[in-house]
């Protein structure tokens, strides 16, 4: 099983930048697949960013350029730097690891981008 604590979140200002961090209770270099997703109030779940265990990459649309994904495996940690941030950016930010045909969900962090 593993255990996901995201931290980083906070309130920033309108083109602004944050990098959120995701620390896992296992190796991740072990991880086949890890990304970012973000949620606001009254929406769905929305995919962001994703890293393979080879170290390929798929970024959403909606914040491709502004965002990068990576993985540190020496610290079991994944982040998630943000630039540019617009107040539509301002979300719940949750990380996910899919290992042996499982999904696990980290807790969130809260993400408010405003003046």
């Known amino acids: 099983q593993v255990q996901l604590v995201e931290s980083g979140g906070g309130l920033v200002q309108p083109g602004g930048s944050l990098r959120l961090s995701c620390a896992a209770s296992?190796?991740?270099?072990?991880?086949?697949?890890m990304g970012w997703y973000r949620q606001a109030p009254g929406m769905q779940r929305e995919w962001v960013a994703h890293?393979?265990?080879?170290?390929?990459?798929n970024y959403a649309d909606s914040m491709k350029g502004r965002v990068t994904i990576s993985r540190d495996n020496a610290k079991n940690t994944m982040y998630l730097q943000m630039n540019s941030l617009k107040p539509e950016d301002t979300a719940a930010y949750f990380c996910?690891?899919?290992?042996?045909?499982?999904?696990?969900w980290g807790q969130g962090t809260q993400v408010t981008v405003s003046s």
């Open positions: 996910n690891a899919v290992e042996a045909g499982t999904a696990y």
């Open positions: 296992l190796r991740i270099f072990d991880i086949y697949s």
């Open positions: 890293i393979f265990n080879d170290g390929s990459t």
